[in-house]
Nanobody, 118 residues
Framework: QVQLVESGGGLVQAGGSLRLSCAAS????????MGWFRQAPGKEREFVGY????????YYADSVKGRFTISRDNAKNTVNLQLNTLKPEDTAVYYC???????????WGKGTLVTVSS
């Protein structure tokens, strides 16, 4: 069982930056690929990106590529999402997730809200 808790959300102006963190419980954090997803008001949850178990590989949705960066610290059981050059359309609840292979996700956090004002 893995428990995930996101933090770092807030209100930011367009063009600004935020750093989200996701803290994981348990001693098997390095066994999981970690993903970030988001859900905007009235829309379905969408994939943002993920990082491999070792941190050596990352993959991003086209909508955030070049602006968002995922990193992880396996010693601290944390994964981070750096959001730069934010746009109003990035407004959403951001969720982290843990999965064995990067394509299916077994555990989810409760999310943290990011609001980007124009």
């Amino acid at each position: 069982q893995v428990q995930l808790v996101e933090s770092g959300g807030g209100l930011v102006q367009a063009g600004g930056s935020l750093r989200l963190s996701c803290a994981a419980s348990g001693r098997t954090f390095s066994s999981y690929a970690m993903g970030w997803f988001r859900q905007a008001p009235g829309k379905e949850r969408e994939f943002v990106g993920y990082i491999s178990r070792s941190g050596g590989y990352t993959y991003y949705a086209d909508s955030v590529k070049g602006r968002f960066t995922i990193s992880r610290d396996n010693a601290k059981n944390t994964v981070n999402l750096q959001l730069n050059t934010l746009k109003p359309e990035d407004t959403a609840v951001y969720y982290c997730a843990a999965g064995r292979d990067g394509s299916t996700w077994d555990y989810w956090g409760k999310g943290t809200l990011v609001t980007v004002s124009s």
